[in-house]
Each structure stands twice: as C-alpha cells, then as structure tokens.
C-alpha cells in the first residue's frame, strides 16, 4: 500500500515570497492534515479536512496560509508572503476518517528554508 | 485538550527493554491515549493506543494505571532502529474527533 506523498521535499525561499506544498493522501482516506513542526517540537495541527471540507484551521494563520482539499483527494498548503518564523517541516497525514480510533499515516514532511 | 508529562530524554541498552513514562492526571473518562514516535527526518508513525486495559501489538504494549493518570509504553527489546521522538497524546472524542495535540515527546537514544 503506498504511503502518503508530498512534495517537494526541500525548499529555500526569501522571506516574502510565496511557496507552496502538495499532498496526495492515502488512496480512501477521507480525512487529510496538514501539521507545522518547528525544530525541536512536536508537530502541530494547522489544517484538518474530512472529504473537501475544512473541519478545523483555528490553528492555521489565515492572512498568510491557506489550504484547499479539490476532489477531496489532493491538498495544497500554500504560504503567502513568508515570514522568517515559518521555517519548518510541513507535514501531511491522512486517516480512513475522523474516527477516534482511526491511526494517521503521516508522509515525509517538506522541509521549508526561509532566508 | 488535556496535557502529558514525559521526560526530555531517556537512554537505553540495544536488546534490553525501555519503559516510556507518560503522567496525565487531567485525563477524563473518554480520552484515549495514543503513542506515536518519529525516527529522525521522517513524519510520525502510530505506536499503539489504549483506554483502560493494557494493550499489546507487535511493536509494543502499553501499561495504564489503574486510575489512568499515568501509562508507560514498554519497548521489550530495544533495537537501534527504535531511536526516536516518542509521543503520548490524550485524544478525546470530542467535535473534531481524530485530532491529534503533540507536545514535545521523549528523545529516546539506544545504545549498542
């Protein structure tokens, strides 16, 4: 069964620019996160989806990031502009659903850079 | 949501077992606790889970107080590939349902 996606895998950019960061989750799961994990902590929940739906961003910073789940498979999280404090690793995760016992499967995480 | 205590770090012997402390005397009735760990530069990955009883997979088990205030994730034999950030997290059944609160987890080094 392959895992969930993302890519790319690094990315530098100034401070100000724009970046964006791509997810496909695994195939049926209908609930897909989007977790910001600064160096030495543990990830938190930015975004959380169930189908094409958002269910919770009350974490996530809506004057510069924003996410879309189209077709209710694929997700983009997208930051504009960016700041030097969004340095991080993103991370994508997908669950069958919002059950409580439902694991997520985490992908490898995008490493964002911002000079 | 309600909060875990881990210690920062712990060390371990290869092939001995780790036992993984974890206090959350907030818990309430529904909160499930949930283990998960992240090897280094890779995303999480599910350990295990439990709400009362003690429970049992291939990669671990998992101890819960009687009175559910703490829980101890036992690794029974060490390995060098079990190095890793090792997470305990409250879930509640809650209106978000599956949503997952990390804190800051125990860095578990293995010893060979």
Known sequence: EAGVAQSPRYKIIEKRQSVAFWCNPISGHATLYWYQQILGQGPKLLIQFQNNGVVDDSQLPKDRFSAERLKGVDSTLKIQPAKLEDSAVYLCASSLDRGDYNEQFFGPGTRLTVL | ?112
């Open chain 2, 1 to 112: 949501d309600a909060k875990t205590t881990q210690p920062n770090s712990m060390e371990s012997n290869e092939e001995e077992p780790v036992h993984l402390p974890c206090n959350h005397s907030t818990i309430s009735g529904t909160d499930y606790i949930h283990w998960y760990r992240q090897l280094p530069s890779q995303g999480p990955e599910y350990v295990i889970h439990g709400l009362t009883s003690n429970v049992n997979n291939r990669m671990a088990s998992l101890a819960i107080a009687e009175d559910r205030k703490s829980s101890t994730l036992i690794l029974h034999r060490a390995t060098l590939r079990d190095a890793a950030v090792y997470y305990c997290i409250l879930r509640d059944v809650g209106e978000y349902g599956n949503k997952l609160v990390f804190g800051a987890g125990t860095i578990l080094r293995v010893k060979s």
